[in-house]
């Protein structure tokens, strides 16, 4: 079974990716990782280690069994900024697209962000949610889980989902723009506490802007407080806010979803 970092130095050092069966959510992989695999390659690209401050990513279609590899492009570089687009193909198509912006910090008179964490009791006060294999997603082994809400899974139709998060694997440290990214796409649908059987659902598309540099973050555990925004005709939209254990405000994120409601 392969952590998140040993998946990471696969993508890093090019050519064919092999992705453990461990990391499986459903019959796709874990978003996370696909988008992390995605960016590492693409940002080969780079030159000089510039700070991550947002990543775009288009979900085409599920990853199957078999190898997998990157195609990546610089799309510009700036003097302060730069972009690239990578691409996860499979069998001659592409998977998972992604674009991400890499910017330097510039002195500023002002700075802003939003409120505080809402009800976040200290990580150390709750338990973990242990891990039912072949009931929950496999990817889900990889990481501890302490929940501040209900729990999706258990009908409350909430519009909320809070958790604090933490990643398995201290080796992925090494790569924080990896380690954030696999971090903030743990919560699942919110819009899954409105049903009272499973509910199958994905990400269509995601958005992850950066407020802190990840590689001036520091934290193990992340609190993570995710709000469903709205949800028709099977598709969601949940935004999210990612919080180190300080307290520190360290990234958004904006998800579009597709939902199937269970059979009768």
């Given at each position: 079974m392969a952590t998140f970092s040993e998946m990471i130095d696969r993508?890093?050092?090019?050519?064919?990716?092999?992705?453990?069966?461990?990391?499986?959510?459903?019959?796709?992989?874990?978003?996370g990782l696909a988008t992390a695999i995605t960016l590492e390659a693409a940002a080969r690209e780079l030159a000089g280690d510039v700070p991550?401050?947002?990543?775009?990513?288009?979900?085409?279609a599920p990853l199957g069994d078999g190898p997998l590899s990157v195609t990546a492009s610089l799309l510009r570089a700036g003097r302060a900024?730069?972009?690239?687009?990578?691409?996860?193909?499979?069998?001659?198509?592409?998977?998972?697209?992604?674009?991400?912006?890499?910017?330097?910090g510039r002195p500023v008179s002002r700075d802003y962000a939003a409120g505080p964490m809402d009800d976040a009791p200290p990580v150390d006060s709750l338990n973990d949610m242990p891990f039912a294999e072949g009931l929950m997603p496999g990817?889900?082994?990889?990481f501890q889980v302490r929940w501040v809400t209900t729990p999706v899974g258990i009908q409350s139709a909430s519009d909320r989902a809070a958790m604090w998060v933490r990643l398995r694997d201290d080796g992925i440290k090494a790569y924080p723009n990896a380690w954030l990214i696999a971090v903030a796409d743990m919560p699942p649908p919110v819009m899954m506490l409105h049903y009272e059987k499973p509910v199958?659902?994905?990400?269509?598309?995601?958005?992850?802007?950066?407020?802190?540099?990840?590689?001036?973050?520091?934290?193990?555990?992340?609190?993570?407080?995710?709000?469903?925004?709205?949800?028709?005709d099977g598709y969601s939209q949940q935004s999210g806010r990612i919080f180190d254990e300080t307290g520190q405000l360290i990234a958004y994120s904006r998800q579009c979803m597709v939902y199937f409601e269970p059979s009768a």
């Open positions: 993508a890093r050092a090019g050519g064919e990716i092999e992705i453990d069966d461990s990391w499986r959510q459903g019959r796709a992989v874990f978003g991550l401050r947002s990543v775009m990513t288009s979900f085409v900024v730069s972009q690239v687009e990578g691409k996860l193909v499979q069998d001659g198509q592409v998977l998972t697209a992604v674009q991400a912006a890499f910017g330097a990817f889900l082994q990889h199958r659902a994905s990400s269509l598309s995601w958005s992850l802007e950066f407020f802190v540099p990840p590689q001036d973050v520091k934290s193990d555990w992340f609190f993570l407080d995710y709000r469903l925004e709205s949800a028709a």
